[in-house]
C-alpha cells in the first residue's frame, strides 16, 4: 500500500508543478519583447532532449550526501537529508523541526487507524525526501516539452484579440485569464 500512497503523491506534486512552470516558460518565450527567443527555448528545452543517464549523473552529484544542494544549505545552516536514502516525510520533518510533533512517538490518534494498510500518520508524513528529489528531477526534464506544446498553442492565438483586450483597458492578468487560456482552450477542441 506505501506504493499507491507514493502514485498519488507523485501525481499530486508532478502534474501541477509541471503544468505551471511549462505554461509559464512558454509565456515567457513567446514574449514579443524578449531578446534571445532561440536561446531560451532552447536553453527550456534542452533538459528534455539530453540522455537520462547523463541527467542522472549530475542529479546524483547535486543531492550526494557533500553535493551541490547540502552546500547550499549548509551556507544557511541548515544539516541538509541523505537525499536518496531519507524514507521520512517531509511534513513529518517539519513538524518535528518546528517541535510541533515528535516523530518518533507520534499521536495515538493517528497511528490507532488507517486506510488501505497505512496509519493515517504514514498518509500524511508527506512525499519522503527521496521522492523530492525524485520530484523535481522529473519536474526539471519534461517541462520543456511541455513548454513547447503550450507555446504551439499561445502562438495560434490571434493578436488582434490580445490588442483588443489592451484597447479595452484590460490588464497583463485579465488578458492572460479572460482571452489567452479560454483561447488556448478553444483551439485544442477545433479539428
Known amino acids: 500500500m506505501t506504493s499507491i500512497r507514493n ?3 507523485y501525481v499530486a506534486a508532478v502534474v501541477p508543478l509541471q503544468t505551471v512552470l511549462a505554461l509559464g516558460l512558454a509565456l515567457v518565450v513567446n514574449n514579443r519583447l524578449l531578446k534571445g527567443k532561440g536561446f531560451f527555448r532552447t536553453a527550456f528545452y534542452f533538459p528534455s532532449v539530453t540522455s537520462s543517464v547523463a ?3 549530475v542529479f546524483l552529484f547535486m543531492f550526494a550526501n557533500t553535493g551541490a544542494i547540502n552546500e547550499i544549505l549548509g551556507f ?3 544539516d541538509g537529508p541523505q537525499w536518496f536514502a ?6 513529518h ?3 518535528d523541526a518546528a517541535g510541533l510533533v515528535d516523530t518518533t512517538a507520534p499521536p495515538a490518534t493517528l497511528t490507532d487507524h488507517g486506510l488501505l494498510g497505512l496509519t493515517w500518520w504514514d498518509w500524511i508524513s508527506g512525499p519522503s ?3 523530492c528529489a525524485i520530484i523535481t528531477l522529473v519536474v526539471w526534464t519534461t517541462s520543456g516539452t511541455f513548454m513547447l506544446m503550450f507555446l504551439a ?3 495560434n492565438i490571434p493578436g488582434q484579440l490580445d490588442e483588443a483586450g489592451l484597447i479595452d483597458g484590460a490588464t497583463r492578468w485579465q488578458r492572460f485569464r479572460f482571452i489567452t487560456l479560454p483561447q488556448r482552450q ?3 477542441e477545433r479539428p
Open 153 to 155: 498553442a499561445l502562438q
Open 129 to 131: 525526501v527521496a521522492m
Open 86 to 91: 531519507d524514507p521520512r516525510g517531509v511534513l
Open 55 to 57: 541527467i542522472s549523473v
Open 93 to 95: 520533518l517539519t513538524l
Open 186 to 188: 478553444a483551439l485544442r
Open 7 to 9: 502514485n498519488a503523491y
Open 76 to 78: 544557511f545552516g541548515i
